[in-house]
Nanobody, 126 residues
Framework: AQLVETGGGSVQAGGSLRLACAAS????????MAWFRQAPGKEREGVAA???????KYTHSVKGRFTISRDNAKNTLYLQMDLLKPEDTGMYYC?????????????????????WGQGTQVTVST
């Protein structure tokens, strides 16, 4: 089982990026999927999550700017990021958890039970 993130890069404040997370080795259709990020010197934080029914949840700081979506036919998770701010800079990771009942990016994700990607860097400059 593997997750691979792509789409990161450098952009000016106010710009947009679209991240993708491709899964291989299993089908994600029943999984809770999420995006996380970690800025240098800071703890990892949840950004957005989407459950198997397509219900989404976002951390407060990205509401109205980021959109999480999934394409189960392509076995891929996405994160559309608009109106980017310098504080959005960080390494972005996707994760999958088949058993997570509360599909929420702000709750605890057990690393022993979930699958994580290696990350893609997002840098937003002023």
């Amino acid at each position: 089982a593997q997750l691979v993130e792509t789409g990161g890069g450098s952009v000016q404040a106010g710009g947009s990026l679209r991240l993708a997370c491709a899964a291989s080795g299993w089908g994600i259709s029943s999984d809770c999927m999420a995006w996380f990020r970690q800025a240098p010197g800071k703890e990892r934080e949840g950004v957005a999550a989407i459950d198997s029914d397509g219900i989404t949840k976002y951390t407060h700081s990205v509401k109205g700017r980021f959109t999480i979506s999934r394409d189960n036919a392509k076995n891929t998770l996405y994160l559309q990021m608009d109106l980017l701010k310098p504080e959005d800079t960080g390494m972005y990771y996707c994760a999958a958890d088949l058993l997570k009942l509360d599909c929420n990016p702000d709750t605890y994700w057990d690393p022993r039970r979930s699958v994580w990607g290696q990350g893609t860097q997002v840098t937003v400059s002023t």
